[in-house]
C-alpha cells in the first residue's frame, strides 16, 4: 500500500464536495509524473490527503482513498473541456484519471505552514518550495503524523 497527497483547488471540486458526491474521478492531470504515479504505482484502497490548493489557507482538508485503478481521461480529446490537450491523438491516451471516495473530512484544515513548521514532516514533498505536483507520494509515517496534527486541531 502506497500513501498519496492530491490536491484540488476548493473554487473547483472541495473536500465538501466528494463528502457529498461520495466518489468522483480525477480527470485533468497534465504532468508526466503525476500520470505515472497515478498508471504505475496507484492501487485500488491506497490512502490519500486531501489538499487544498489556492486556498487560504492552503493545506489539507480530509482523506480520500482509491477506489478505481488509472483508465483513459477522455476530457483531453474534448474540444469544450478545460482540460483539452490538442496534441493528444484521439484513442490514443496519454492522460489517466483514477476515481477517488470520501473517507474524512477534517474539522479544520492543517494549513501548509503547519505542515512545513512540523520537524517530523522534513522532507514531505508538498512542503518543499517550489513543489507544485498535484499528485504525489507521502511516506506512511508522513500520513499519519498528518492524521495525529488534524486531531489534535480538532481538539484545539
Not at 61 to 72: L, Q, S
Not at 145 to 152: K, P, Y
Request: with cysteine.
Amino acid at each position: 500500500m502506497r500513501h498519496w497527497l492530491m490536491k484540488s483547488e476548493p473554487d473547483v471540486y472541495p473536500i465538501e464536495a466528494l463528502e457529498r458526491d461520495g466518489a468522483t474521478f480525477w480527470e485533468g492531470v497534465r504532468n508526466y509524473q503525476a500520470r505515472n504515479f497515478m498508471r504505475d504505482d496507484m492501487a485500488v484502497g491506497d490512502p490519500v490527503l486531501f489538499y487544498h490548493s489556492n486556498a487560504e489557507p492552503p493545506g489539507v482538508a480530509g482523506v480520500a482513498k482509491i477506489a478505481r485503478t488509472a483508465y483513459p481521461d477522455d476530457t483531453a480529446w474534448d474540444p469544450a473541456n478545460h482540460y483539452h490537450d490538442p496534441s493528444c491523438p484521439v484513442g490514443e491516451p496519454r492522460w489517466l484519471r483514477v476515481d477517488v471516495a470520501f473517507v474524512e473530512r477534517f474539522a479544520r484544515v492543517v494549513p501548509l505552514e503547519a505542515l512545513k513548521a512540523n520537524p517530523a514532516l522534513e522532507g514531505m514533498l508538498v512542503t518543499r518550495k517550489g513543489q507544485r505536483l498535484s499528485v504525489q507520494p507521502v511516506s506512511a509515517e508522513h500520513f499519519a503524523e498528518v492524521l495525529r496534527m488534524a486531531r489534535a486541531l480538532a481538539e484545539a
